[in-house]
T-cell receptor, first 113, second 117 residues
């Protein structure tokens, strides 16, 4: 099974500052035939289902503010919130679709300092 | 608009079974796989499996094989998941989610299952 390890487990960031969440995979998530990384980022707020933020490691979902960006390839990925807003307080999960079981990272809690 | 509406919360005793439904609307039922994801209280997301509503084929992790079943009813555009031999560790919120090109783009509201004697 592919293991996704997120770091840190939690972080507190001041409003307007940058927040960075990392996700490291135990195997490459780059599918060579399509040159796409099968890595997705989700945001989950209390009492809500997860919300799709970023696909293919770096493609922002329609309607997601451009302060959210994703980067990385292969085994190392990053979600960046360039200027944290109050509504960004949430838990963020990475998820791999490269192979079954399609595992999630353990989650990173982002709080406002 | 795309909607996935799940059945309501349930309480079960250890050893019992449960069946949760996920009713689809707003798109062609057979065009997208449906996944099930669960979340124990205060914990992270756990992928449970996926079903192809077109042919009914399924994909489960080994840990759920033998007591987890996913089915679909194309007439009512509903996907079901059934979990048997419940233990307290199955207490969780269960979500269905639509697969759009290897991303889960629409989610049900969640169904809380409590296993308690």
């Amino acid at each position: 099974d592919i293991v996704l390890t997120q770091s840190p487990d939690s972080l507190a960031v001041s409003l307007g500052e940058r927040a960075t969440v990392n996700c490291k995979s135990s195997q490459s998530l780059l599918y060579s035939s399509s040159n796409k990384n099968f890595l997705t980022w989700y945001q989950q707020k209390p009492g809500q289902p997860p919300k799709l933020l970023i696909s293919w490691a770096s493609t922002r979902e329609s309607g997601v503010p451009d302060r959210f960006s994703g980067s990385g390839s292969g085994t190392d990925f990053t979600l960046t919130i360039s200027a944290l807003q109050a509504e960004d307080a949430a838990i963020y999960y990475c998820h791999q679709y490269y192979s079954s079981p399609k595992t999630f990272g353990q989650g990173t809690r982002v709080e406002i300092k | 608009q795309v909607q996935l509406v799940q059945s309501g919360a349930e309480v079960r005793k250890p050893g019992a079974s449960l069946k949760v439904s996920c009713k689809i609307s707003g798109y062609t039922f057979t065009d997208h796989y449906i996944h099930w994801v669960r979340q124990a209280p205060g914990q992270g997301l756990e992928w449970m499996g996926m079903i192809n509503p077109s042919g009914g084929s399924t994909d489960y992790p080994e840990k759920f094989q033998g007591r987890f079943t996913m089915t679909r009813d194309t007439a009512t555009k509903t996907v079901y998941m059934e979990l048997s031999r419940l233990t307290s560790e199955d207490t969780a919120m269960y979500f269905c989610a639509r697969d759009r090109q290897q991303q889960l783009d629409s989610w049900g509201q969640g169904t809380l299952i409590t296993v308690s004697s």
